[in-house]
């Protein structure tokens, strides 16, 4: 072993300080809980992040495709059924939704905005299980022509209740000897969807495919070919295989491309926090070299003593890294334990505060943040871990060298 056990006896000795060496032993102890609180701390954070991330993947890839093909500028794509069985015997692609798209302005008696409009066919909505748990089991039976489903948050913000009509009005109408004149149609809403997102709920409306592309004109074309894929996170092969097939002219764009504002942000805040949550443990390693630069200097006396009974300099080193290290690992230790349980009971600890404290923790409407999610993945507080440790036993190097230099005829000289 890399320590011998007089030294682990000396060392672990020495943590049990004496009544007169109680104000170095406070250092110690508010050393070992600034470095425990770090760890857990950090812990937590990641793993509320990395849920968060989880939580915004999910939604997203659970209503767009993991990757799009759209048809060249200004066109859309014709003959999407060949392409569609093409595209599924690529390996790793699991489906291919076909979805005609566009820009309106919804307007009722009670309200009017512009919106997103989809047209999809009623099994694709039904394969997704994000779209169809969110979709009551009726309103995808009476979805057909001349009917839409729309977001909830839409439906409020209209003014509408199931059962009544919206217009939808496309600027890009039918040219007249007048000019140009705006499509305008009413659709019967069916139903509403809830998928979490404030920017699906409030501003998407569902129409089924055939009745879009009448309303958009598209013909028997498609705007877009929507790819799901066995992995999201590694599209590169599918992109390659399906960029074969589409031919030159049609852009391929994956879910992270699409969504890079977002992905970015929560990546970037995720670093951002880390960095500032490893100064708590870097502050805390600090005490631990204060805390030993004193008790080095308590122990001059036993450290002379022991260098005249044959103790050799590298067992000084050995005995004060141990004492010093020993500190930051208990810490760490005991952080670890804090932060994966608290981050594996986050949501018992949320409930707990707002029934129990009545302490609004997240505000209602924010229904996708009141979920608080927590994702702990065993390399981040592996790293936590690893990082924790090598601060404190970094901590413990200069202490420690100062102890082993230590001469030990002045040291003697005036007790």
């Known amino acids: 072993m890399i320590f011998g056990s007089f030294e682990r006896m000396v060392a672990f000795r020495y943590l049990r300080a004496r009544r007169q060496e109680g104000f170095v032993s406070v250092i110690a102890v508010f050393s070992l809980l600034g470095i425990g609180l770090g760890v857990a701390t950090l812990i937590v954070v990641m793993a509320v992040m990395n849920g968060f991330r989880f939580e915004f993947v999910s939604n997203i890839i659970g209503v767009d495709g993991h990757l799009t093909v759209h048809g060249p500028a200004g066109r859309g794509l014709t003959a999407f059924d060949d392409l569609d069985a093409r595209i599924q015997k690529v390996p790793g692609v699991v489906a291919v939704r076909p979805l005609v798209e566009g820009q ?9 905005m512009g919106v997103s409009v989809r047209g999809l066919r009623d099994q694709d909505i039904a394969s997704q299980p994000l779209l169809a748990n969110g979709i009551a089991k009726h309103a995808l039976d009476q979805f057909s022509d001349d ?40 659709y019967r809403v069916v139903g509403a969807f809830n998928v979490g997102m404030a920017q699906y709920d409030g501003n998407l409306v569902l129409m089924p495919l055939g009745a879009a592309q009448v309303f958009f004109r598209s013909g028997q074309g498609v705007s877009a070919l929507e790819i799901f894929s066995r992995d999201p996170d590694h599209l590169d092969a599918q992109r390659e295989a399906i960029a074969t097939i589409v031919g030159p002219g049609a852009r391929i764009e994956d879910w992270q491309q699409s969504n890079a504002t977002f992905v970015n942000a929560i990546t970037i805040e995720r670093n951002v926090m880390f960095l500032i949550l490893t100064l708590i443990i870097l502050v805390a390693a600090f ?37 010093g290290a020993s500190i930051g690992f208990a810490g760490t230790i005991a952080g670890l334990v804090i932060g994966v349980e608290f981050a594996t009971h986050i949501r018992a600890i949320r409930d707990f505060l707002e029934r129990d404290l009545h302490l609004d923790v997240f505000a209602s409407e924010l229904d996708f943040f009141t979920r608080i999610p927590a994702q702990v993945y065993a390399s981040d507080v592996a790293s936590v871990v690893a990082m924790a440790f090598g601060l404190s036993f970094l901590a413990t190097l200069y202490p420690a060298w100062r102890a082993a230099r230590l001469d030990p005829v002045e040291a003697l000289r005036y007790e």
């Open 104 to 112: 309106v302005f919804a307007q009722t008696p009670r309200g009017a």
């Open 147 to 186: 009917t839409v489903i729309v977001g909830w948050r839409l439906l409020q913000s209209l003014g509408l209740r199931v059962g009544e009509e919206v217009t939808l009005i496309s600027p890009n109408g039918n040219a007249t000897a007048f000019g140009n004149v705006p499509r305008i149609k009413s």
């Open 287 to 323: 005490n631990i070299v204060s805390g030993m630069i004193m008790f080095v200097q308590d122990k001059g006396a036993d450290i002379a003593i022991l260098r005249t009974m044959g103790a050799t300099r590298a067992m000084v080193l050995r005995i004060f890294m141990l004492s």
